[in-house]
T-cell receptor
Framework: DAGITQSPRHKVTETGTPVTLRCHQT?????MYWYRQDPGHGLRLIHY???????DKGEVSDGYSVSRSKTEDFLLTLESATSSQTSVYFC??????????????FGDGTRLSIL | GEDVEQSLFLSVREGDSSVINCTYT??????LYWYKQEPGAGLQLLTY?????DMKQDQRLTVLLNKKDKHLSLRIADTQTGDSAIYFC???????????FGTGTRLQVFP
């Protein structure tokens, strides 16, 4: 899907452990996004990046950090995972900021379960 | 703040038309989008419409936008079982750099 690979696709871990999710793109798009999808909430933005080393918070950023050291990779880290962070995580990319005529394209998601 | 609302479920018979509705709150939206999500997959962009347009047609898909009422709809003609999925509406504002998703409408197509 639009040259976006998320890894891992599935992960089960325990409360209190650190977790890192990776998003890799081959499209050379400037913008990358991390969302979480939960029943009844649709998609909510966690963090996004508008360039290498340039990131900003989204709607639900507490408990998450991100890093972007290369154009193609955007990492999402849960420093100390909690059960409330059990969710499906999606990465998206676009060539311009939100709300324009270059819509975001999504990866296939990572299903994360925290026990 | 901005909000996007959709009904949760829609069930239609194969061959009929489906109409999925969405309401939004940002009167300054620049673009509105429809995405489709199949089980176990990410969101796939179906179509989008500039906020100054009132209709866009793309094969079996017709998007209608009533900017005055902040109402967006997606009509799928000749609905097929392969159209069964969750459909997300999203409103975008390029000037404020925001994109807000609805909670999704699950479309079920029965024979």
């Amino acid at each position: 899907d639009a040259g976006i690979t998320q890894s891992p696709r599935h992960k089960v871990t325990e409360t209190g452990t650190p977790v890192t999710l990776r998003c890799h793109q081959t499209e050379n798009h400037r913008y990358m996004y991390w969302y979480r999808q939960d029943p009844g909430h649709g998609l909510r933005l966690i963090h996004y990046s508008y360039g290498v080393k340039d990131t900003d918070k989204g709607e639900v950023s507490d408990g998450y950090s991100v890093s972007r050291s290369k154009t193609e990779d955007f990492l999402l880290t849960l420093e100390s995972a909690t059960s409330s962070q059990t969710s499906v995580y999606f990465c998206a990319i676009s060539d311009q900021g939100q709300g324009g005529n270059q819509p975001q394209h999504f990866g296939d998601g990572t299903r994360l379960s925290i026990l | 703040g901005e909000d996007v609302e959709q009904s949760l479920f829609l069930s239609v018979r194969e061959g009929d038309s489906s109409v999925i509705n969405c309401t939004y709150t940002d009167s300054s939206s620049t673009y509105l989008y429809w995405y489709k999500q199949e089980p176990g997959a990410g969101l796939q962009l179906l179509t989008y419409i500039f906020s100054n347009m009132d209709m866009k047609q793309d094969q079996r898909l017709t998007v209608l936008l009533n900017k005055k009422d902040k109402h967006l709809s997606l009509r799928i003609a000749d609905t097929q079982t392969g159209d069964s999925a969750i459909y997300f509406c999203a409103e975008g504002n390029y000037n404020t750099d925001k994109l807000i998703f609805g909670t999704g409408t699950r479309l079920q197509v029965f024979p």
